[in-house]
């Protein structure tokens, strides 16, 4: 299948840039994402005072501080790359694929790690050298319609994820007690709450 194979070469590459879109009956969210294999990635979100960065280096992750452009290190919480891969592994699940013009339309059933609840429908388009070149999820989210999108560009440019200046990095916060388990689930999509409900603000 032409969508699985393009997702196969997009996921084998060593770096891409991404721009992404969280949208909601409330509002767009813009983010963008730069991706390094095998585990790195720096990912940024919203806007204004709602402007959040994230950086993911194997177990170790960098989250946006108090204080801007500085960053919180906390070990033994990192995800790798996998919330940014996440999205082009749930491509192994499409069902009922089908090409309209240069659109690939799909479905995702169910499944507990998918980016909305309950069934998901698809949409994707492919570059001429065959990697993943947009990709978007749509459905159901606490009741709310969302639509999940990705711009993808900069294959194995040389894009390279490293961590913040030590300069920038305050003091750990203390941790406090987390309603569920971080990372989450395997293969699980994890999202900026999963970070914030484990920080105390710095001193």
């Given at each position: 299948m032409?969508?699985?194979a393009?997702?196969?070469?997009?996921?084998?590459?060593?770096s891409?840039?991404?721009?992404?879109?969280?949208?909601t009956?409330?509002?767009?969210?813009?983010g963008?994402?730069?991706?390094?294999?095998p585990d790195?990635?720096?990912e940024?979100?919203?806007?204004?005072?709602?402007?959040?960065e994230?950086?993911s280096i194997g177990?170790?992750l960098?989250?946006?501080?108090?204080?801007p452009?500085?960053f919180?290190?906390?070990?033994?919480?990192g995800?790798g790359?996998?919330?940014?891969?996440g999205?082009?592994?749930?491509?192994?699940?499409?069902?009922?694929v089908?090409?309209?013009?240069?659109l690939?339309?799909f479905?995702?059933?169910?499944?507990?790690?998918g980016?909305v609840e309950?069934?998901t429908?698809?949409?994707?388009?492919?570059?001429d050298?065959?990697f993943?070149?947009?990709?978007?999820y749509?459905?159901q989210?606490?009741?709310?319609?969302?639509t999940?999108?990705?711009?993808?560009?900069?294959f194995?440019?040389?894009?390279?994820?490293e961590?913040p200046?030590?300069?920038?990095i305050?003091?750990?916060?203390?941790l406090i007690?987390c309603?569920?388990p971080m990372?989450?689930?395997s293969?699980a999509?994890?999202n900026?709450?999963?970070?914030?409900q484990?920080l105390?603000?710095?001193?």
């Amino acid at each position: 299948m032409a969508l699985r194979a393009a997702a196969d070469r997009t996921l084998g590459v060593q770096s891409f840039h991404a721009d992404s879109s969280f949208q909601t009956s409330s509002g767009p969210g813009p983010g963008t994402v730069d991706y390094q294999a095998p585990d790195r990635e720096h990912e940024r979100s919203g806007t204004g005072n709602d402007a959040t960065e994230t950086i993911s280096i194997g177990d170790t992750l960098y989250f946006t501080a108090d204080r801007p452009g500085y960053f919180w290190k906390i070990e033994g919480r990192g995800i790798g790359a996998s919330d940014t891969l996440g999205y082009l592994r749930l491509l192994e699940h499409a069902e009922n694929v089908r090409l309209d013009g240069h659109l690939y339309r799909f479905d995702l059933p169910a499944i507990p790690y998918g980016p909305v609840e309950g069934s998901t429908t698809g949409v994707a388009t492919l570059t001429d050298d065959g990697f993943i070149n947009t990709l978007l999820y749509h459905g159901q989210f606490a009741g709310d319609e969302v639509t999940v999108g990705f711009t993808y560009s900069g294959f194995n440019s040389g894009i390279t994820v490293e961590p913040p200046p030590p300069g920038l990095i305050v003091r750990q916060a203390p941790l406090i007690a987390c309603p569920s388990p971080m990372p989450p689930a395997s293969e699980a999509l994890p999202n900026g709450a999963d970070i914030c409900q484990v920080l105390t603000p710095s001193p």
